[in-house]
Nanobody, 123 residues
């Protein structure tokens, strides 16, 4: 059974930074691609960033490009989302998701999900 646990959310002022972490309990974490998604109240869950199993291929949504960076440490079974220059519109619950193989951009691509962590950006 693969377990995914996010941490690092919180309240931050606009222009500030946060780093989210996602710990994955999987014997073969290095074979999993990872995605960060977010969901604001009343809106659909959408992809923010993704990274392949090796860390060499990444994706960032246009809305966060240049501000958010996804990375991973396979030795620690952990993936990170560094969020800089945060805006009020980044406020959402952020979810980490895992899948074997290449990363995907749809929620349907990922079978394993964390419980989410709240990020609130005040203006």
């Amino acid at each position: 059974q693969v377990q995914v646990v996010e941490s690092g959310g919180g309240l931050v002022q606009a222009g500030g930074s946060l780093r989210l972490s996602c710990a994955v309990s999987a014997r073969t974490f290095s074979t999993y691609s990872m995605g960060w998604f977010r969901q604001a109240p009343g809106k659909e869950r959408t992809i923010v960033a993704a990274i392949d199993w090796s860390g060499t291929s990444t994706y960032s949504a246009d809305s966060v490009k240049g501000r958010f960076t996804i990375s991973r440490d396979n030795a620690k079974n952990t993936v990170y989302l560094q969020m800089n220059t945060l805006k009020p519109e980044d406020t959402a619950v952020y979810y980490c998701a895992a899948r074997v193989g290449n990363w995907g951009s749809s929620t349907r691509d990922y079978p394993y999900w964390g419980q989410g962590t709240q990020v609130t950006v005040s203006s």
